[in-house]
T-cell receptor
Framework: ETGVTQSPTHLIKTRGQQVTLRCSSQ?????VSWYQQALGQGPQFIFQ???????GRGNFPPRFSGLQFPNYSSELNVNALELDDSALYLC???????????FGQGTRLTVV | QKEVEQDPGPLSVPEGAIVSLNCTYS??????FMWYRQYSRKGPELLMY????GNKEDGRFTAQVDKSSKYISLFIRDSQPSDSATYLC?????????FGSGTQLTVLP
């Protein structure tokens, strides 16, 4: 059984640029959620995808968008990057209807 | 007021001590309660998962939920230096997890 994997592990972008982060869910898991974790804070829910559709969204602007593919992997896209977008971005996979979520190691994004 | 409050610490204890980590919450809609452990520069790792009020034990870890007081705790017995990490409480409502800010724990050899 493979765990949740995210790529890349680190990324540096310039303010105003766009970024795409990728996540492969744990084997058999059909639901993917994305979280943003600022330094010294707990993760904050961005959105969740199930059956390739957004299935819940936190308090994040529309420039945060995502996709889920038929193999349940997912992408997080952020447009018009701002300095405050610098954070650890976490992907979590789970089975629909079950609460237990398993996280990847995260992508550390730095916006300069 | 945040929905989930957690003492950020840092908390430093000697090896072998009993550690108590706590969170309070304000949202009565929370139904599931979890504790995650996060090592530096890593993703959170699920430790314990509970639903009802009461205690749940797993090895050296005990999770306690008091829904009437909106209070949850994680106890670590016989703490080890390898337990040094940030501990995050998390609560589930409508398919999304709401996290506390985390408590940084150091267990000194």
């Amino acid at each position: 059984e493979t765990g949740v994997t995210q790529s890349p592990t680190h990324l540096i972008k310039t303010r105003g640029q766009q970024v795409t982060l990728r996540c492969s869910s744990q084997s058999g898991h059909n639901t993917v959620s994305w979280y943003q974790q600022a330094l010294g804070q707990g993760p904050q829910f961005i959105f969740q995808y199930y059956r390739e559709e957004e299935n819940g969204r936190g308090n994040f602007p529309p420039r945060f968008s995502g996709l889920q593919f038929p193999n349940y992997s997912s992408e997080l896209n952020v447009n018009a990057l701002e300095l405050d977008d610098s954070a650890l971005y976490l992907c979590a996979s789970s089975l629909e209807g079950l609460t237990e979520a398993f996280f990847g190691q995260g992508t550390r994004l730095t916006v300069v | 007021q945040k929905e989930v409050e957690q003492d950020p610490g840092p908390l430093s204890v000697p090896e072998g001590a009993i550690v108590s980590l706590n969170c309070t919450y304000s949202n009565s809609a929370f139904q599931y309660f979890m504790w995650y452990r996060q090592y530096s520069r890593k993703g959170p790792e699920l430790l314990m998962y509970t639903y009802s009020s009461g205690n749940k034990e797993d090895g050296r870890f005990t999770a306690q939920v008091d829904k009437s007081s909106k209070y949850i705790s994680l106890f670590i017995r016989d703490s080890q230096p390898s337990d040094s990490a940030t501990y995050l409480c998390a609560m589930d409502s409508a398919r999304q997890l709401t996290f506390g800010s985390g408590t940084q724990l150091t267990v000194l050899p």
